[in-house]
Structure formats: C-alpha cells, structure tokens
C-alpha cells in the first residue's frame, strides 16, 4: 500500500517560515492535499491539487510537489498556526484514500 | 450550504456491532464526482482512512478493515450508513463522515464535526 511519511513535529519562531514535507513514491506525479486540525476540531483543507488554496485560506499558506517530496509552506508564521497539519492522496493503484501521519507545528 | 454531521452510539461493548449515519445537505451523492468518506482519529493518533462511497455505489474499503466494513448510501435521504463489526477497545475514537469529490482531485473539501465513539466493557 501507499505511504506518506511526515516529521513528527516542526517548530517555528512566529514570523518565520514552516515548511512540511510529505514523502511518498514517485509522489509528485499524485494530486497533494493539506489539512489543518486544530485541537478538537475537525481537520480543513488549506490547500488543494498540491498548491491551490480553498477561498478563505490566506496567502501565507502555499504547496509544492516534485520528485517523491510534498511540501507545505506557511510563512510569517502566527501563533494561531499552531496545529496539526496532514497530507493525503489518492492512490489510484489500490482505490485508497492515504493520509499521512500528520505534523505538529510548535509556534516558539 | 454543504454540511455534514454524523450520528451514532457514543459507547459499545467489545463485540458489538458499530452503525454510523452520515446526514449531508447542500448536494447530492448522485451527481457525477460526488463521493462520502468515513475518517477516524484515535485519541492522540492521525487520522484513518475507512471507506468511501461514490455517485456510482462503487465502495472502497481500507484493506486492513475491509472484512468489518460495509458503506451504504440512501441517495433519496442524503444519507451514508458505515457498519464495523466486531468492535475492540483500539476503535475508540472519533468517527468523521467527509465530501470527497473527484473533481477535486479526490480531495476532502467538508468534514463532519465528528462524532465520538468509546469501546469499552
């Protein structure tokens, strides 16, 4: 089956920036999505189709995928950034919906 | 408007038998692209793939769940059911239904608020 693997916990000082990365086989040839969950909460989409953010979802939130990398940008980072954040897929190749294992973002 | 909510047991004993209901409004799980998923999230874990329903009835199951699963949908009531058999205390957590839709690359794009599920004797 398809995995996607992703650091445990990134933290950040507030105003710089927080990259996430999400491993995954040949990944960049997939549709990444990213999801925030604040604590409970249910998760949001905060970008879709690798870099495109849902209306509402601010600027300073941005993706990319290339080669077997995801990576989620979140610059100037605020203390309301804090959370956990996901990666998913769909992995044509089983039928399955694949999530990553999730990373906690610690703003300093 | 799209929203949807999730409805079930709140507690279950070993063995017994889990039935959640997705309620949805604001579209239709017979529209082409259109799919409902079933998350969960164990206390303090990532989250979980279960199942997903399309426009089309095609079903896919987690493969490690697949023997306890079984997705319905009722098109006419805006409703998904989700069963899972054989329930053991590591099913505790929260249950999610979501909107997948294929024209969005298969993305989840409305969650349910989750509904909490403790298996316990």
């Known amino acids: 089956s398809y995995v996607l693997t992703q650091p445990p916990s990134v933290s950040v000082a507030p105003g710089k920036a927080a990259r996430i990365t999400c491993g995954g086989n040949?990944?960049?040839?997939?549709?990444v999505h990213w999801y925030q969950q604040k604590p409970g909460q249910a998760p949001v989409v905060i970008i879709f189709f690798n870099g495109a953010r849902p209306s509402g979802i601010p600027e300073r939130f941005s993706g990319s995928n290339s080669g077997n990398t995801a990576t989620l940008t979140i610059s100037r980072v605020e203390a309301g950034d804090e959370a956990d954040y996901y990666c998913q897929v769909w992995d044509s190749g089983s039928d399955h919906l694949v999530f990553g294992g999730g990373t906690m973002l610690t703003v300093l | 408007q799209v929203t949807l909510r999730e409805s079930g047991p709140a507690l279950l004993k070993p063995t017994q038998t889990l039935t959640l209901t997705c309620t949805f409004s604001?579209?239709?799980?017979?529209?082409?692209?259109?799919?409902v998923s079933w998350i969960r999230q164990s206390p303090g874990k990532a989250l979980e793939w279960l199942a997903l329903?399309?426009?089309?009835?095609?079903?896919y199951y987690s493969t490690s769940l697949k023997t306890r699963l079984t997705i319905s949908k009722d098109t006419s009531k805006n409703l998904v059911v989700l069963t899972m058999t054989d329930m053991d205390p590591v099913d505790t957590g929260t249950y999610y239904c979501a909107r997948v839709s294929r024209d969005a690359y298969n993305s989840i794009d409305k969650w349910g608020q989750g509904t909490l599920v403790t298996v316990s004797s």
């Open positions: 329903i399309d426009w089309e009835d095609d079903k």
């Open positions: 604001g579209f239709s799980l017979s529209a082409s692209g259109m799919c």
């Open positions: 040949n990944i960049g040839s997939k549709p």
